[in-house]
């Protein structure tokens, strides 16, 4: 049952709340087919079929949408969706690992704790987008992913339903880039 | 973090080697703001040194986070199809390997009751972390608690008032006795304790996704010598028996986390 590690150069960690289902739901179809880096979104959400969300997603775009199981191998080309009622880790030999300890800024998922722990596993190849949300998750996260030297954006808090949780990291100052819907797209597909 | 772990095997004889690196890296650095170390250095040299530190350290870098009912589709699975696929066996042997402070414990009881087998069945409930089993044993919950577990019960498909298998008192419930009667306690070490019965089912729900693929494997393939032919395999809602070593006799149940051992070929 050996895998390799993982091949992939660039890990986008998009994390959201409230609202933020909205945005992606602009943000995917925009991404490029051909797209190659891998993309990981941890959304806090009420329901915990798994599923729909999943499935919302995957008939607006070309790329592959999976729902995370736990020790999946991160692939190029890929979306992955973490599951609701677990904390998502990340492995050095980018791999998922989940965790279903105390839930964090009253969430689990909490998007702190994943950004965290991509920063570990990804460093500098690491780059996280918060999205809308009435939550401060996120903000000590970001902190995190730029000690550790990767890119964190930030939705533009006029342009998202809740502009909460983009605003606590914008004011904390730990965001490199404040952009609406069409400039994270922009800034997707230029990577 | 490796040496910190070398230190607990040398000195203790637990062996987290194995367990997933993000997760005990996140466990470990919680641990450390917690309790106020300073460095590293400073609590890897309590460890070392604090017998009774390392009793800390095992409750606290294991999750012990669990529900009565969780995943109500699982129990409805359990309630409709394999309790009833081993009734008929003079005896029913149960094992919840990971079973922390009991509440999965209590809902398998409480299925068995239901299903008018529990007289006939025993649910060997084990643990690693000392703590939780006392806690298990003594069949204590908060009162606040009852509501969402309530709320899974129906959702299993159950029938029955649920307040009825508690007494309540103050802010806390005490499960009834009754439910209790059939289950035995213990600790008990996956990484390093063998197989002690055979089972018809043997439940390991949220343990594994702490362990990477090797330890996983050794694990299920102590499982696998445990349980009888026709028996089944529970996990959690996100672990798999799949890629494993002893995937080949394994067939899963529909598309709940249950697997059912196949005869020998
Ligand atoms: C998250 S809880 C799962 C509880 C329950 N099975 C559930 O799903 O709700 C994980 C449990 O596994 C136990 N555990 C961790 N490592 C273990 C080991 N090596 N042997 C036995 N139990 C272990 C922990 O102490 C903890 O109680």
Redesign the interface.
């Known amino acids: ?1 050996e895998e390799t590690k993982g091949s992939i150069a660039k890990l986008i960690l998009i994390g959201g709340s409230a609202g933020s289902l909205d945005a992606l739901l602009k943000i995917l179809p925009a991404v490029h087919p051909a797209f190659r880096q891998s993309i990981v979104i941890v959304l806090h959400r009420k329901f915990s079929n798994d599923n729909i969300l999943t499935g919302l997603l995957s008939v607006r775009t070309k790329l592959k949408v999976c729902e ?4 999946d191998i991160i692939r190029p080309g890929y979306v992955y969706i973490a ?1 609701g009622d ?1 904390h998502l ?4 030999d980018h791999s998922f ?6 839930k964090v800024n009253y969430s689990r998922p909490s998007i702190d ?1 994943a950004f965290q ?1 991509a920063a ?2 990804f460093g500098d190849s690491l780059i996280c987008i918060l999205l809308s949300g009435a939550n401060a998750d996120g903000t000590e996260g970001c902190k995190y992913v730029k000690e550790k030297g990767g890119v964190t954006v930030a939705q533009l808090p006029r342009s998202a339903e809740v502009a909460y949780m983009p605003s606590q990291a914008i004011a904390s100052k730990v965001v490199d880039y404040v952009l609406d819907i069409d400039g994270i797209i922009d800034f997707i597909n230029k990577l | 973090m490796e040496q910190l772990l070398d230190d607990v095997l040398e000195m203790y004889g637990y062996d987290f080697s194995d367990y ?4 005990m ?3 470990i650095s919680r641990l450390m703001v917690l309790d106020r170390f300073p460095s590293f250095a400073e609590f890897r040299y309590k460890l070392r040194t604090n017998e009774d530190y390392l009793k800390r350290f095992v409750e606290e870098v294991t ?1 012990n ?1 669990t529900e009565m009912f969780r995943d109500p589709a699982f129990y409805a699975t359990l309630r409709e199809q394999i309790l009833p696929a081993i009734a008929s066996k003079p005896f029913i042997r149960i094992w919840h390997a990971g079973c922390s402070t009991g509440e999965e414990v209590y809902s398998t009881a409480i299925l068995l009751k239901e299903a008018n087998l529990l007289h006939k069945s025993l649910i060997y409930a084990t643990d690693i972390n000392p703590e939780v089993i006392k806690k298990a044993k003594d069949g204590i919950l908060p009162l606040g608690y009852m509501k969402d577990y309530s709320e899974n019960y129906i959702a299993s498909g159950g029938k029955e008032d649920f307040s009825k298998y508690y007494t309540a008192k103050y802010d806390r419930v005490k499960i009834n006795e009754s439910l209790l009667e059939r289950v035995i306690y213990s600790t008990h070490n996956l990484v390093s304790d063998s197989s002690f019965n055979e089972f018809q089912l043997i439940m390991c729900r ?1 343990v ?3 362990f990477n ?1 090797d330890l996983q ?1 050794k694990v299920l393939t102590l499982f696998d010598g445990s349980l009888e032919n026709l028996g089944y395999i529970a996990l ?5 028996l799949k ?3 002893i995937s080949g006799r394994y067939k899963q149940v529909g598309k709940d986390k249950i697997w059912k051992k196949q005869k020998e070929a």
């Open positions: 049952m995370i199981e736990e020790k599951p677990y880790l990340f492995e050095k690992s989940l965790d279903d300890s105390e704790v722990s570990d596993a | 997933t690196k993000a997760s890296h996140r466990r999750v986070v949220n594994l996704i702490y693929k494997n959690g809602s996100k672990e798999t890629f494993s070593a």
